[in-house]
């Protein structure tokens, strides 16, 4: 049992195996039930951009325990006041 549900965001990082040089967020679609080594899932979901949009689906092999929560910046096109930022 993984623990991840559909929906999930995580950030993925070279923490989740040696083949993810560049970190990228990872909006998943299921947690695959498939044999694999103590510790490592194979996980079915997209692989999202900066603004959290979906630019590939992908099925990655990952440690479990290197997977840490994405988060989603919130874009703002206009570029005057990033979300979350006191005016001043």
């Not at 950030?11 to 490592?40: C, E, M, S, Y």
């Not at 692989?47 to 874009?75: K, Y």
């Amino acid at each position: 049992m993984s623990g991840f549900k559909a929906g999930d965001l995580l950030h993925v990082t070279r923490a989740a195996g040696p083949q993810f040089v560049r970190p990228f967020d990872f909006r998943l679609i299921r947690a695959l039930d498939w044999t694999t080594f103590d510790g490592w899932i194979w996980l079915d979901g997209y692989q999202l951009d900066e603004r959290g949009d979906a630019v590939a689906r992908r099925s990655i092999f990952v440690m479990q325990g290197g997977l840490r929560p994405g988060w989603m910046r919130t874009f703002n096109p206009a570029g005057d006041n990033p979300a979350g930022c006191p005016k001043e």
